[in-house]
């Protein structure tokens, strides 16, 4: 069981109170004050019937510990604060939690018991939570950039329960004066659904006493009047909350510095940046009125209560169509027929047709499915049809089937690259992806398996490519050896692999945990390279692998007899696509630089004189930069390139994956039409096309290069028409 978990807190140098943190050494902790006896799993706290099962963290109140009650064996967290010399602090404190604990919300964690200890301490006894903080949540699902926005459905669950618990302290006269995503605990309730847990409750403010404990709190999420010694009330929370939200919907702190005079700066004078701004296309622009009136400067322009908030919530969710798993809730007691208005609307939307709603989540799912739709959250049958709303679960089956997708596209189906072993793999990110199956998505588990299949299948005709061909049979067994991983019973990959069952498993234990040592990843660099489609591409970057001298001496010398055969095929490959190529080869100029010239009219020779090596420079420039997420320096690279050799099937390419990655789905469509016009017969090429064609919603076009595709001996163009038939069905359904 996890409780108020320490290791869910952001340390921070600012922090008036610190956050608890792990350390080797705590558990046997042992305070300054010598009358304090050393507390270690197993032993009791003195004049208690509680015994110490496991010490879960320190900071700068005190120690927190799982305890259990020697005669009743319940499980509690207990925090030990530091001894105080200050006897009215101490009936302050005692005073103060005996009202907390009438409070009986069951979104603040339940106290049940406090006490002063015989050598001066104070205990408080609390609710033993199962889960985890809201930033560990935020941490756990967020990218390298560490920038994660939460869904807006979810985001709306989630405070609309904060407000009812900061709602009911308030009513009390308490004011917590620390929220923030460390202090927001989530576990799950009886339906499975994630339930908000407040902790550490007016703490900190307890411990300060009441004339100190205005400043009290963290200085990233501290209100205006906080960071002035002003007075405290409901709406320093409403404040702090507000800061919350922003961090939640756009992934990242409205105020970020780390110096602490600066911080209050800005909490004092600087507006934040509109939080739809920094995510735009995913944050409705309703938002950013609501969060950022929370975050007024005067407390007088912020919302007077939480249960005013929690309203605003409502309203904007009702606006916006939205459903949540905390629909059932009551709206919040208001003045006048606020209360009953808020009523009707929740009800109307708790009463909507639930298998019609799951019909439409399941198109707008299918569309930012596979194929790469993940930023689209909807769309029209018709003129007058309503928006698609994908609920949290199926927008996130939707991302992180992209994020398997784009993993795979960079050949990382389960090995890191070298210079980014943190970086996403295909089969950690489906590993992920197949666990929503328990948190209620019925597609997961048949969006896990197509993707499984078409992973393997890739892998295995990688494997086939290179099983014959001089110097190439190790790595295909690699190949094969990876798709073992996602297809276990594959019988051509489990035959050439030729690995043990107690290998393959521990492969892919290794692929899970993302265990992999450098040299390791070393060792398997080629893959990437060889996985390649652009033989020109391929080629390259072997040779820079080659000349790098960093392989182990055996995949070095197959590199070398691979460089060679491949060496030959370019040339052959060259010669037999000059008798493919039209007369017209573009409709239109190239984008980019020299947009004057289309590139039918451009000379076969470098159009400026340069040589063969000045275009492999650029390439390897343009390389590098795409692979360290350079896109703009990426794209000038390549169409440096074009200007040099305004035929390169490379700098076509690599333009068209930009403009994909950029969400410019019709320059990409553009791209790979004019690189296919050069190279009619390369089936990814069609491939490309085609799934630019299903960004644009031409689906007949996408069919058609599809096809073509699979015509060309495309593996994975079959799974692509399987895919678009699938979803056309459930449209005319």
Known sequence: MAAIHPGTHRTSQLSHTQPDRMSSTAETAISPNDRQPKLVPGSEIPGTRYQIVRWLGQG????????????????????????????????HFRQEARTISHIGSPWIVEIFDFQELSDGRLMYLMELVNGVSLHADQVARSGRDGACPCDPARLIGLARQVCKGLQAAHQVGFVHRDIKPENIMITADARGREHVKIVDFGLAALLEGPKESNGAGTPAYMSPEQCKGQNTDARTDIYSLGITLYELATGRLPFARTDAARLRDD????????????????????????????????????????AELEAALIELQLSLGLRTAWDDLPAPELPGDATARLERGLAQLRSEDRRSQNRRIVLAAALVGLVGLGGLVGWKLHANAREVVVTEVERELAALSERASVAAAHARWIYPAVDEPEADTAYRVLIELERLDARGSERA????????????STLVGLGDTYWERPGGRGFAREFYAQALVFE?????????????????????????????????????????????PDPEARYRALETLS?????????????????????????????????DEPTRVAR???????????????????????????????????????????????????????????????????LHRISYDRGEFRDALRYAEQASRLRPKRAELHLFMGDACM??????????????????????????????ADLLGRAKG
């Open 60 to 91: 700068g109140m005190g120690m927190v510990f799982e305890v259990q009650h020697l005669d009743i064996e319940r499980h509690y967290a207990a925090k030990l604060l530091h001894h105080s010399e200050n006897p009215s602090r101490t009936r």
């Open 445 to 456: 588990l048949d969006v896990g398996e197509q993707l499984r299949e078409e992973f393997s």
């Open 547 to 579: 000349h790098a001298g960093q392989l182990p001496a055996r995949s070095a010398a197959e590199v070398d007899v691979l460089l060679e055969d491949l060496r030959a095929e370019s040339e052959a490959d060259e010669v037999a696509d000059s008798d």
């Open 588 to 654: 239109g100029p190239v984008p980019g630089p020299r947009r004057d010239k289309p590139i039918a009219d451009a000379p076969r020779r470098r159009s400026d004189g340069g040589s063969l090596d000045s275009v492999d420079s650029t390439l390897s420039e343009a390389k590098e930069a795409y692979g360290a997420g350079q896109l703009e320096r990426a794209a000038s690279l390549y169409h440096r390139m074009l200007e040099l050799d305004a035929h390169n099937i490379t700098a076509l390419v690599g």
């Open 695 to 724: 960004k644009v919603l031409d689906y007949g076009r996408a069919r058609r290069h599809y096809q073509r595709a699979e015509q060309l001996g495309d593996k994975q163009a079959r799974h692509r028409l399987s895919f678009l």
């Open 488 to 532: 276990p019973d594959h019988p051509r990959a489990g035959e050439r692999a030729r690995l043990s069952l107690i290998a393959l498993a521990g492969l892919r234990d290794k692929a899970a945990a993302g265990d992999f040592a450098n040299y390791e990843l070393v060792a398997v660099a080629p893959l990437a390279s060889l996985a390649q």
């Open 267 to 306: 909490h004092l004078f600087e507006q934040p940046v509109p939080p739809s701004e920094l995510v735009e296309g995913f944050l409705p622009v309703g938002f950013d009125a609501l969060i950022l009136r929370c975050m007024a400067k005067q407390s007088r322009d912020r919302y007077a209560s939480a």
